[in-house]
């Protein structure tokens, strides 16, 4: 609804964008006419009267926009004290609110920080704005769903493809294979550094550009990796790719969370589970053909670098998801067609010092591990299941090649069984979902119903380890040991996809953060097991090995179990403040 309407004779003058009559501002292009109506005499500067359109008290009043302000939600850029934290999400007639406007409503103005003013003119989504990705359809959330699960595909298939023929690194550097062994860690390692520079650079200059950057970067660092004249070139190398790649496995959950509701968040984020722990598997199964029958280092990491080459060109077609970014450039924008400088977000109007953006975005994950004990014991969960599969990929072989003398073919093809059980367990997220849904109708939903996941799934990586070490004997038929991967496939994806969804919701206020501490701590057992997994298969034996790995995913089943059941009484006595978001 208009703050003023002009005369009818000024009708025709007034900018698409809006019908009221604001303050007088300077515009140094004089043949500028097509948004203003001009005021002259020959010895006066011409100046310019700009007719825009704002949201009155009344029509934000209508949307429920009062003093009290709402609770920042998932994804949300981090501004101290906001001004109008609705910004991102509400959407309005006019797509303009100004402060003044917001200070009628019992907002405070006076005292904010940096540039916000009683004139300055905040931009939001308009009434089903095409561009805001929760508008639309759901045909195209699921097409861009996919294409963003590929992209973790392919950064989580890059990490384990040099396991797939670590003889080729062996004969082709004349190095052991602790060393080889180190092309797989150092990647791994790499995603746990790379979240700390790919999370806060989304915040600031949006999900596409970054992972348009990123990809390219890990595109092209294969080049050297396949090149390479010595083995310090390949190790460098891959961690580089890692920190690179690592982009993905960040940024796509908070891709999806951009672009689904919270009705079908949790299916998407069941996608997204699926990819970081199977696609590492597609890697060692591809690779162990690769290797076996053409003995080349170089095609290996060749045919990494085309899937990554696909990945790069098609993730140009995925649109900016990102609501701040989307309405920055709607600002600058609208700032150009109307000569208003005062039309901006309140990003742009209050930006992280140096200092904040340090703390919020580096610091404060790694806090988290010291301060966020309940936060610890869920990220401890995932990442003993991510630091299992890379076990795996070091576990089979040596237990295979001892019982059966398999090459790196055969054995990949020992992994199909985790692929059909994650197959499975992706299946039987879309019927907790469903479940979810309709609970959803009947109460308020508390962090701990995402847990339902996590405890029908807990109980089935320590039965896989548990069947693996009973099977390993010659005189038993590789069936037995390759089952186990059913059972690990299908606990270790409801497990992440579970506990994926419970750290939205515990740390919903700051789940960049959150997610960043878990994506550090997984990554860094995930990297470490590699290192040693084949000396403990060989102190231990076959059987001892596979059962000491059983009885520490035992004790963890505990973990969801003891949330579901006390995870609020945990979280306010542990947790440093409330995380969460309660709507009314």
């Known amino acids: 609804m208009p703050n003023y309407y002009p005369h009818k004779d000024e009708e025709d003058k007034i900018h ?17 006419t097509s948004s203003s ?5 020959d010895n006066e500067p011409k100046e310019y009267l700009q007719l825009e359109r704002t949201e009155t008290k009344k029509s934000l009043k209508s949307l429920g926009v009062s003093k009290e302000k709402p609770p920042p939600q998932i994804n949300d850029p981090p501004i101290e004290d906001p001004i109008f934290p609705e910004e991102y999400h509400l959407e309005t007639d006019t797509g303009l609110v100004r402060a003044k406007t917001l200070e009628s409503l019992g907002r405070t103005i006076s005292g904010s920080h940096h540039s916000v003013t009683d004139e300055t003119e905040f931009v939001t989504f308009k009434i089903d704005d095409p561009e805001n990705p929760h508008n639309w359809p759901m045909w195209k959330k699921w097409f861009y769903t996919f294409l963003l699960t590929w992209l973790v595909i392919s950064a989580a298939y890059g990490s384990s493809c040099l396991s797939g023929g670590l003889f ?9 294979t602790e060393v080889s062994t180190l092309t797989v860690s150092l990647m791994v390692f790499g995603f746990s550094v790379g979240p700390l520079i790919w999370g806060p650079g989304s915040e600031i200059i949006g999900r596409r550009p970054i992972y348009f950057i990123s990809f390219g970067l890990y595109t092209i660092f294969n080049i050297p990796c396949a090149l390479s004249p010595n083995i310090g070139g390949l190790l460098v190398c891959r961690f580089i790719c890692g920190v690179c790649a690592s982009s993905a496995l960040t940024n796509v959950g908070a ?3 951009d672009i689904h509701s919270e009705a079908s968040r949790g299916l998407s984020i069941a996608f997204f589970s699926f990819a970081p ?9 591809v690779n162990g053909f690769i290797s076996v029958n053409t003995k080349r280092l170089d095609l290996i990491i060749w045919v990494n670098m085309a899937f990554a080459g696909v ?10 998801t990102y609501a701040p970014t989307i309405l920055k450039k709607r600002a600058k924008k609208l700032r150009k067609e109307t000569g208003n400088p005062n039309i901006k977000t309140e990003q742009e109007a209050q930006p992280l010092s140096i200092k904040e953006m340090v703390n919020t975005n580096l610091v404060l994950p790694l806090k988290f ?21 890379y076990a795996f990929f070091f576990a089979y072989p040596y237990i295979f090649g001892k019982l059966y003398g398999y090459k790196d073919d055969k054995i990949g093809l020992m992994f199909i069984p985790v692929l059909i059980g994650a197959s499975i367990a992706v299946g039987t997220t879309y019927i907790l979902e469903k479940q979810y849904n309709v609970m959803l109708k009947k109460k308020k939903p508390v962090p701990e119903d995402r847990l339902v996941g996590a405890m029908i799934g807990a109980p089935f990586p320590c039965i896989a380890l548990f069947i693996l070490g009973a099977t390993s004997y010659k005189h038993i038929i590789w069936v037995g040991p390759a089952s186990s991967g059913l059972a690990f496939g299908f606990g270790m994806t409801l497990i992440y996809y579970s506990c994926n969804n419970y750290i939205l919701d515990s740390y919903a206020k700051r789940a960049a953060s959150a997610l960043a501490t878990k994506v550090f701590l997984r990554s860094g057992l995930g990297g470490a097991m590699p290192l040693f ?5 060989q102190g231990l034996g076959l059987q001892w090995a596979s059962w000491l790995l059983a009885f520490v995913s035992l004790a963890m089943v505990l973990v969801p179990f003891s949330f579901y059941l006390y995870g609020a009484t945990l979280r306010a006595k542990w947790c440093k403040e409330d995380y969460t978001i309660h709507y009314d």
Do not use: Q, R
């Open 369 to 389: 591990i010291v301060t966020e004990p309940v936060l610890d014991l869920v990220c401890a969960f995932i990442a003993l299941i991510y630091g299992l599969l």
């Open 311 to 320: 990945m790069w060109i098609i993730v140009t077609m995925i649109p900016e």
């Open 37 to 41: 109506s001009t005021i002259s005499n």
């Open 168 to 176: 080729t690194i062996n004969d082709k550097y004349h190095v052991s």
């Open 16 to 32: 698409s964008y809006g019908d009221i009559l604001s303050d007088k501002h300077s515009v140094p292009d004089s043949n500028n």
């Open 255 to 257: 891709s999806l969370v």
């Open 533 to 537: 997994i084949t000396y403990m298969y």
């Open 277 to 285: 722990y199977s696609a590492p598997i597609l890697g060692v199964l």
